[in-house]
């Protein structure tokens, strides 16, 4: 790995040149710290028996070794151990700033479908049910938290636009880290794009520098103002959301006290908006022990956050058998992470929610909630349908969950 104080050249491209630029198959990745567009495969990151932060390491070594300039590694990994993974060293990549806000009054363009089915996994009220078990296993003892998920399988009438789906994700929150990766599989009839607008991320590394922002705790924002900030008030007083979140922050802070010689972990967190939910948010950042080391990449850094448990639960292994037990969907890339790291280890990673599956004219949805003692049902059955407002706002299907 080379120095971590290499100065990397400023972007010269737009940011919504690399939107527009995007095709199914290109890797797609913007965040408040920069857009990045990647496309075509040098090589593949395959992990054998090690870690995939392991693989990724000797890919980018063999091809700085090339001759390779600013080699990359990009894609995501899905939410269990064994989960399928993409992760490759693109041909091409190019670099902007942060995506600018959409001018008043655009109008984003059209998918070419005009008629869904939904198809619920599981009913609603089985979710509510799935809960009260994830109760049931709290009160037994042995697991504080578990964040259980549920999907929604749309299927329209024509083959789903996924750059028209990433462009109108970014327009309505560029704060966001928005990401379209291609995640096809042997036996997929089509190409299957990961895509989304996570609120999270998970961890970024940029020089000796480490930032993590983990959320948990949330509520559905309104459209009135007054009523924000009734709901902002609500989730700062509210025991069982500051509850939520501490299991959270603690273990972020817990994971990269490894890895950081100064780490600062928020006393209290604050509160955090996107265009369609409130969360409580700690933002924890620290200086890395030894940024020349591969082990602290911003990959390896995420491997070892992986699950959070604002994704999985608390203690992580009965919280992960709670899931396989309660959630009739395997999750996927759902609640794993995507994203980039570079030669020196610098990068950004963030976790997968807010997310879609498409592949032609079928878009698979999932959306969770985190349970913890005093969690009630029906509230949390309400705070996954309003998780999938963003993505059904973007598909013009808001209301369907």
Same mark, same amino acid.
């Given at each position: ?28 990745? $913007? ?8 496309? +075509? ?19 980018? +070594?063999?091809?700085?070794?090339? *001759? ?17 993974? *993409? ?27 005009? @008629? ?34 549920? $999907? ?142 591969? *082990? ?11 699950? @959070? ?58 959306? +969770? ?29 808001? +209301?369907?969950?």
């Amino acid at each position: 790995m080379s120095s971590p104080a290499l100065v990397r050249p400023r972007p010269v491209h737009r940011a919504a040149d690399l939107l527009a630029a995007y095709l199914p198959g290109s890797f797609y990745f $913007s965040s408040p710290r920069g857009s990045l567009l990647a496309d +075509g495969v040098r090589a593949s990151v395959r992990r054998g028996t090690g870690s995939w932060s392991g693989a990724a390491a000797e890919a980018l +070594g063999k091809a700085a070794a090339l *001759g390779v300039t600013e080699p990359v590694v990009a894609g995501a990994i899905g939410f269990r151990p064994e989960a399928e993974a *993409g992760l490759v060293i693109p041909a091409v990549v190019r670099r902007a700033g942060a995506p600018e806000r959409s001018a008043a009054g655009e109008t984003p363009e059209g998918f070419g479908a005009t @008629t869904w089915s939904v198809t619920p996994r599981p009913e609603p009220r089985a979710y509510a049910d799935g809960v009260r078990g994830a109760l049931d296993l709290i009160g037994a003892g042995g697991l504080d938290k578990v964040v259980l998920a549920r $999907s929604l399988e749309l299927t329209a009438d024509a083959p789903v636009s996924v750059p028209s789906l990433l462009a109108r994700l970014v327009r309505a929150n560029p704060a966001a880290y928005a990401f379209a990766v291609d995640v096809t599989a042997a036996g997929d009839p089509a190409t299957r794009t990961l895509t989304g607008a996570s609120p999270e991320l998970l961890v970024s590394r940029r020089g000796d520098t480490v930032v993590a922002n983990p959320l948990a705790g949330s509520l559905p924002r309104s459209a009135d103002d007054a009523e924000n900030r009734r709901r902002i008030a609500t989730l700062l007083a509210s025991a069982k959301d500051r509850r939520e979140h501490a299991h959270v922050s603690a273990q972020v802070g817990d994971v990269l006290s490894r890895f950081c010689a100064d780490l600062d972990v928020p006393a209290e967190p604050e509160v955090i908006g996107t265009p369609t939910m409130w969360h409580l948010s700690s933002r924890i950042t620290g200086r890395l022990k030894n940024p020349a080391d591969p *082990g602290s990449s911003s990959l390896a850094l995420a491997e070892a956050l992986h699950p @959070t448990p604002a994704v999985c639960g608390v203690p992580a292994a009965p919280a992960y058998a709670a899931i396989a037990e309660l959630e009739p969907e395997d999750r996927g890339y759902y609640a794993g992470l995507v994203g980039w790291s570079d030669v020196d280890g610098d990068g950004e990673w963030a976790v997968t929610i807010r997310s879609a599956e498409v592949c032609d004219r079928t878009v698979r949805l999932f959306a +969770g909630a985190g349970i913890v003692a005093g969690s009630d049902p029906e509230a949390e059955l309400a705070e996954t349908s309003a998780k999938f407002r963003t993505l059904l706002r973007a598909l013009g299907l808001e +209301g369907v969950a």
